[in-house]
């Protein structure tokens, strides 16, 4: 019989059960690395070491898990902090983290056989609030309210993000829908 989130959780508040904790991980590893590898255009190795830094916080910190959302949603606060205060200390901004994608490469990208390569190009041109608004809210399919928790932002701001992002999208995107290419 399998152990609920929630009772997991509780056995690893009450008595840091690393067994536990070790179910949540399983539970949310592969989220996590997505999430942190979309952040980091595809650099694996350096969303590993993130989703690691963020499983090993989250343990610490589980007591201050107040339930007030989801664990989920708080696991995703933590990578997106861990994510953000990866390139503080290396005096970089999260945007910087993603080369620009010069627009011909974009536009090449559309002729390419494989349509995620021309979204993954796409989506490395937003800044990396837009890309983590747009994954959570339409790839995760999360409310605005729940990335606006995850991410420490005033709901308006993350609709902002959010339309911002689609609306650009929709711009780099449109060549497909002219030639019949989008599915």
């Known amino acids: 019989m399998a152990i609920s989130e929630e009772d997991l959780v509780a056995r690893v508040q009450s008595k ?3 067994h536990a904790f070790g179910e949540l ?3 949310y590893q592969s989220d996590v690395r997505q999430l942190l590898r979309k952040l980091t255009g595809g650099d694996m190795a350096t969303a590993d070491d993130l989703a690691q830094d963020t499983f090993i916080k989250a343990f ?3 007591k201050n898990f107040r339930k007030e959302a989801g664990f989920k949603t708080w696991l995703f606060r933590i990578a997106w902090n861990v994510y953000r205060d990866h390139y503080r200390s290396k005096k970089r901004r999260p945007e910087d983290y993603v080369e620009e994608v010069p627009e011909t490469e974009v536009e090449s990208d559309f002729n390419a056989p494989m349509k995620s ?3 993954e190009a796409a989506l490395s041109t937003l800044s990396s609030d837009q890309r983590m608004a747009i ?3 339409l790839q995760q399919e999360m409310t605005q309210q729940e990335a606006s928790t995850i991410m420490g932002l005033p709901l308006g701001t993350v609709k902002s993000h ?8 929709a711009s780099l995107l449109a060549g497909w829908q002219r030639e019949g290419e989008y599915g």
């Open 25 to 27: 991980v399983k539970m």
């Open 162 to 169: 959010v339309n911002r992002g689609k609306a650009k999208l």
């Open 117 to 119: 390569k021309a979204l």
């Open 16 to 18: 840091q059960c690393q």
């Open 60 to 62: 610490k910190g589980v």
């Open 135 to 137: 994954y959570l809210c």
